[in-house]
């Protein structure tokens, strides 16, 4: 610089140097507020675990409004039957069915009460007594659900004026998936087990027969759930609000 008693002026090299530098000044404003609206922005990465149900009638329907708004949070769906420990497995969400959650979880309903139906096809009924009661089932050709977590057999919950009865039910076939069981009864294989919207068009259609609906009373639905421990980071405050059943 050239100095004098009365002003400050630069030196011919020292215009050089503004010239050349002076415009990143700008760019480097630029990157920093952009970087500053990114921070602004909701990001990350979230893993959910949930059963095939849940998976197809609130999980994707809610996926499909969220993600096109956030388009920096990144889902990672785990279909799986199996009751995970969302802890140890890195899941940052659960969704279950309402008893099936741990106490030391923060739960959120995602759905209504539910109900479950027992179906088959009229042709399978040609040839055997319509079940009066869960206990009725013992004769009858029933398909199975594997639970993966235990390896055992998911028992079918039945309820009726404040009874509950769980029966342990026995078929030829032994599924793991929910499309699976109902693709098998509509083949006629046998009575079926499943949540009545997964199967409503098919007895509105006359293609399936409900029995036993009055020992079908509805029921707590899905929660979602997340540890009570952890400090929810704010993609994923974003989600839960997305998912929350709010009736």
């Known amino acids: 610089m050239a100095r004098t008693t009365r002003s400050v002026s630069p030196t011919e090299a020292g215009e050089r140097l503004i010239g050349s530098v002076g415009p990143r000044f ?15 922005r909701p990001a990350g990465n979230l893993r959910i675990t949930t059963a095939e149900h849940a998976a197809q009638s609130i999980v994707m329907p809610a996926l499909e409004r969220f993600l096109p708004q956030y388009p920096d949070i990144h889902v990672e769906l785990s279909v799986d039957y199996g009751l995970v420990d969302i802890v140890a497995e890195r899941y940052d969400i659960g969704i279950r069915l309402g008893e099936h959650l741990a106490r030391d979880m923060i739960a959120v309903p995602v759905d209504p009460p539910m109900r479950m139906a027992v179906v088959a096809t009229p042709g399978y009924f040609e040839r055997r007594t319509l079940p009066r009661t869960p206990q009725d089932l013992t004769g009858h050709n029933c398909i199975n659900l594997r639970l993966p977590t235990y390896g055992s057999l998911y028992a079918w919950d039945f309820e009726k ?7 342990r039910v026995e078929g030829q076939l032994i599924l793991d998936g929910m499309n699976a069981i109902v693709r098998a009864s509509l083949a006629g294989l046998g009575l079926a087990w499943v949540p009545e919207d997964v199967v409503s068009r098919h007895v509105e259609a006359g293609a399936l027969v409900r029995v036993l609906e009055n020992w079908c009373e509805p029921f707590a639905g899905y929660h979602l759930y997340y540890p009570n421990r952890r400090q929810p980071v704010p993609a994923l405050t974003l989600l839960v609000d997305e998912l929350r059943y709010r009736g």
Do not use: C, F, Q, T
């Not at 004026?161 to 029966?167: A, L, S, Y």
């Open 161 to 167: 004026d404040g009874r509950e009865v769980k029966v």
């Open 26 to 40: 700008d760019e480097i404003e630029a990157e920093i507020e952009a970087l500053g609206e990114l921070r602004e």
